[in-house]
T-cell receptor, first 114, second 113 residues
């Protein structure tokens, strides 16, 4: 069965601090996709990144970076020099190869204090 | 280019009633998925529609049904509403075989009293 675990329910950091959001997943599939979404108070999920199971290269996009490690089934997300606008709920998600169904974690609520 | 749109934004119903939520996918997208997000939880997959047929379904009772129209828009129907159906209902659209990138709408907040 597919499962995504985000153990951190809430995190608070002071502006300009770095913060890492953890994501651990379970799947028996050899081909799958991992995602991170941001959900601001407005409710709309904003796509941040997609990673397929065969690509373990870390990725950096501006202040955001992602660390994918198949050996530990983790796909962690780091925000460098956090800003108040980063305050939101962040979801990690897993989809099977067909892409028909996404499995979301319970989310991590990030608050960046000015 | 309009993104995914959903209507209505908010809805209040009473137990036992029926509700219909609507979704228009992003231009060029042919697949629509529906999710239920309870307060403080992650979205839970309800079902996905492609070519006007339900392609896959999550662990939701038959009270939840849907439809996709020839223009790819979709409806989610919930019958015999329960208090536990109160949630944010999210619609996501994608292009089949497009590396699974789903675009989400702003959601419909359903409150069942």
């Amino acid at each position: 069965a597919q499962k995504v675990t985000q153990a951190q329910t809430e995190i608070s950091v002071v502006e300009k601090e770095d913060v890492t959001l953890d994501c651990v997943y379970e799947t028996r599939d050899t081909t799958y996709y991992l995602f991170w979404y941001k959900q601001p108070p407005s409710g709309e999920l904003v796509f941040l990144i997609r990673r397929n199971s065969f690509d373990e290269q870390n990725e950096i996009s501006g202040r955001y970076s992602w660390n994918f490690q198949k050996s530990t089934s983790s796909f962690n997300f780091t925000i460098t020099a956090s800003q108040v606008v980063d305050s939101a709920v962040y979801f990690c998600a897993l989809s099977e190869a067909s892409g028909n169904q996404f499995y979301f974690g319970t989310g991590t609520s990030l608050t960046v204090i000015p | 280019d309009a993104g995914v749109t959903q209507s209505p934004t908010h809805l209040i119903k009473t137990r036992g009633q029926q509700v219909t939520l609507r979704c228009s996918p992003k231009s060029g997208h042919d697949t629509v998925s529906w999710y239920q997000q309870a307060l403080g939880q992650g979205p839970q997959f309800i079902f996905q529609y492609y070519e006007e047929e339900e392609r896959q379904r999550g662990n939701f009772p038959d009270r939840f049904s849907g439809h996709q129209f020839p223009n790819y828009s979709s409806e989610l129907n919930v019958n015999a509403l329960l208090l536990g159906d109160s949630a944010l209902y999210l619609c996501a659209s994608s292009v089949t075989d497009s590396y699974n990138e789903q675009f989400f709408g702003p959601g419909t907040r359903l409150t069942v009293l």
